[in-house]
């Protein structure tokens, strides 16, 4: 395999010399100029990223590039086209003398060097040295110059089967190339089925397409367009790629430092700690060989990442302090501006592991640390980094309780700039930012619109975690429906690509069977997503509470909430346990103990603009208020709350207030005089109140015993003994079939 040179690029060799020779006419000239600089220099990054990573540049596996430019333009021979003309020197290349003669000659189209003294006049069209295209020529030269007695054979093996494995080629060629492969072979008269011809050119037919048509220079091109892609999505390498790079890469003989890269990128998201470690080491160590300094903090950067990846604390650390250290030392700004980023993150993100570790903070507060690093990121126009900053500060915003429209302005100014610098990596986090803020507003319909959002438009450049999460949530906003089987047929319809990496597997497992365990009356067990874990808890605790282990309950409650207060945790988190306080207290029967417990979950929600948990913990006093007689208030907060819980898809949510709102009726049915006309019928109509919001109560979602209790009672006060006997047979009914369903004795 030549390190440089293939057949396509001999294509390319040839396209440019009949530029050269001045039959290319005016309106191809910049048709073909851009044909060939577009494949012999590497596109720029933005443009490299969409092309298709499964498949080999178009030079190499389609020949239709060429036709497409040849063919639609006439030369200034009359009668022929480009394509005439480019297949007639491609085929009088028909020996290996003359495979030599023509990259020879190739200096003849190259404006003469200040050593080569002065040179006759050529009718030729010169290229300037430094020019691209003159680069190109010259490196050609050179490389053919430098290739042994067997690469060279190999490549003319290569080149004659490039030019006879496509049909349209070997039928256009004019009489002046001459007919067969070889010349030599044609001018001794040698037939193809003769034993001359089969031990001279039999090899052809083993030669592999379009592995040995490849250079190393190109593999390497495709390996670094795999790291990038690997990278920058968080996949793991295809494994139709996978083949076709050990095929291209085997016969090579030589060791490629980028597939060290690819191979440690892949077993990290693999989940194979070891092997990743020791492909990273084996790609380092080929770098520092090169005494290339630039690499050494780069890899301390990926040592730190891989080591908290895997929950190797006190090595991440240690890793990324050097890594920091290494960079001011060697003044790179990009790389200690990204660990400092990191760094961050991972604080926040893992508060005790990295305390455990030895991290003790070296930017001040977290709010210092984003200023700090929103300050850099806008010296050095790193606007990814501003942009991520920008969307930091914004959850820290909601994190804290703060002001709502202060973290929109923030969001915005990070869309500002992943439009105005098309930071395409960042539209999924700034997705996803925008869904969570909308759902702690109660607006689940507008979070779910800017998940599907992300998965319909911006999938293809965001990270496979970020679309991950987003179908995620729109699974568990879906659960919120009580549409738990939909939820959990999102999950399973994920593409079987993604359980290939370990990370993501572990995050559609725990959702999946989060959704499972809301479906199935809940229980609760450990996770190392901080999200996903917190839902647990609050599963665990309704599980308890159900099984009337209200002490179990508390334990688990109090564990959580003194946990989440010494991380300093989301101000959603501490409201959502603070009512999960209360409803206990409700639970166990003693909800006048849990009215300061809601009243301050109320007070925050309403400060941070928290408004489902606002309309629970309104709930939550008014069920405590029915309690202490005072219906009439229960019934104004709940009747204040009902139109803006209705907009939301917490069927749960909206199922709860309607009861609490049935009970404060007939707590004011109990409250009318009974002795007078008037109050007998104020009386039946709360009743009635009463017994239509328990009916759609029943429509939001089943909560059949506690309702069809409360349908008897009412039935009997009504003087419906029929009706009443009905509703509790129904009871009985469903009672023991809920019974039978969990084999528990706690329904």
């Known amino acids: 395999m030549s390190r440089y040179l293939t057949p396509h690029k001999i294509s390319f060799l040839v396209l440019a010399s009949l530029y050269c020779d001045a039959v290319v006419p005016t309106a191809a000239t910049i048709p073909v100029l851009s044909f060939i600089i577009s494949h012999i220099i590497s596109p720029a990054r933005s443009n490299y990223r969409q092309r298709d990573s499964s498949s080999l540049p178009d030079a190499v596996t389609s020949i239709s590039a060429f036709d497409n430019v040849t063919l639609a333009h006439a030369s200034s021979v009359p009668g022929k086209t480009l394509l005439d003309l480019f297949l007639k020197k491609l085929w009088e290349i028909n020996s290996f003398d003359a495979f030599h003669t023509f990259f020879h000659e190739l200096a003849g189209i190259l404006s003469p060097s200040r050593d080569d003294g002065e040179r006759e006049p050529s009718a030729h069209m010169l290229l300037s040295r430094t020019s691209p295209l003159g680069t190109f020529v010259r490196r050609a030269q050179l490389e053919f110059t430098r290739l042994q007695f067997h690469d060279a054979i190999q490549l003319w093996s290569a080149f004659l089967k490039y030019k006879t494995v496509f049909p349209d080629w070997t039928k256009r060629p004019t009489r002046m190339a001459g007919p067969g492969i070889d010349v030599n072979i044609t001018d001794v008269g040698v037939r193809a089925r003769d034993s001359l011809f089969r031990a001279v050119y039999s090899h052809l037919d083993e030669l592999s397409e379009p592995e040995e048509m490849v250079s190393v220079d190109d593999i390497e091109r495709i390996l670094e367009y795999q790291v990038d892609r690997i990278q920058r999505l968080g996949c793991r390498l295809p494994d139709d790629m996978r083949s076709q790079l050990r095929g291209m890469i085997g016969p090579a003989g030589t060791v490629l430092r980028s597939s060290h890269r690819v191979k440690f990128f892949d077993a990290w998201r693999a989940g194979d700690y070891t092997s990743a470690l020791d492909n990273l080491h084996r790609y380092y160590d080929y770098a520092m060989q090169t005494r290339n300094k630039i690499h050494y903090q780069y890899a301390l950067l990926h040592m730190a990442i891989l080591h908290a990846e895997f929950g190797c604390w006190s090595e991440a650390v240690a890793a990324i302090n050097e890594t920091i250290s290494t960079a001011r030392e ?31 903070g070296v930017i001040g507060s977290e709010r210092d640390g984003l200023a700090f690093l929103k300050q850099k990121a806008k010296e050095t126009k790193m606007y990814n980094l501003l942009s991520s900053t920008l969307l930091d500060e914004a959850r820290l915003g909601l994190s804290n309780g ?18 105005r610098e098309n930071i395409v990596a960042n539209y999924g986090g700034q997705m996803l930012m925008q869904s969570a803020l909308y759902t702690r507003l109660g607006m689940a319909h507008v979070s779910k619109v800017y998940c599907e959002l992300l998965l319909h438009c911006y999938h293809v450049n965001c990270p496979m975690e970020e679309t991950i999460r987003a179908l995620c949530r729109c699974a568990y906003t879906v659960s919120q429906s009580g549409r738990y089987d939909e939820g959990i047929t999102m999950l399973e319809s994920i593409d079987p690509e993604a359980h290939r990496t370990l990370k993501f597997h572990q995050l559609i497992f725990n959702y999946t069977g989060l959704l499972k365990l809301k479906r199935a009356i809940r229980s609760s067990s450990g996770a190392q997503d901080i999200e996903i874990s917190f839902l647990l808890c609050l599963a665990r605790i309704d599980f308890l509470t159900l099984c009337g282990r209200f002490s179990d309950a508390f334990a688990v409650i109090e564990d959580v909430a003194a946990s989440l207060k010494e991380e300093g945790a989301d101000i959603y988190q501490r409201v959502t346990i603070l009512l999960a306080k209360a409803t206990l207290f409700a639970k166990a029967g003693k909800p006048e103990k849990g009215f300061s417990v809601a009243l301050r979950a109320a007070s925050t929600s309403s400060r ?35 139109p803006q819980a209705l907009e939301s898809s917490d069927l749960s949510l909206c199922a709860d207030l309607y009861s609490i709102q049935a009970d404060a009726y007939m707590g004011l049915a109990g409250l009318e005089d009974g002795s007078t006309p008037a109050g007998l019928r104020q009386r039946a109509t709360n009743v009635n109140r009463a017994d239509l919001y328990i009916d759609r109560a029943r429509e939001y979602i089943s909560i059949e015993c506690e309702s069809l209790a409360k349908k008897a009672l009412i039935a009997k006060l009504r003087g419906d003994e029929k009706l009443a006997g009905e509703w509790a047979e129904d009871y009985l009914q469903t009672y023991n079939a809920a019974h039978e369903r969990s084999g528990d004795d706690y329904i």
């Open 608 to 642: 941070a603009r928290l408004m489902p948990s606002l309309w629970e913990a309104v709930g939550r006093i008014a069920h405590i208020l029915n309690g202490m007689g005072e219906c009439r208030a229960a019934s104004r907060l709940l009747s204040s709350i009902l």
């Open 402 to 419: 703060e002001s709502i429209p202060r973290a929109i302005e923030h969001i915005y100014q990070a869309s500002h700039l992943n439009i």
């Open 330 to 360: 060697n003044q790179d700004m990009s790389c200690l501006n990204f660990s400092l980023s990191w760094l961050n993150h991972m604080s926040k993100a893992y508060p005790k592991q990295m305390k455990k570790a030895g991290y003790m």
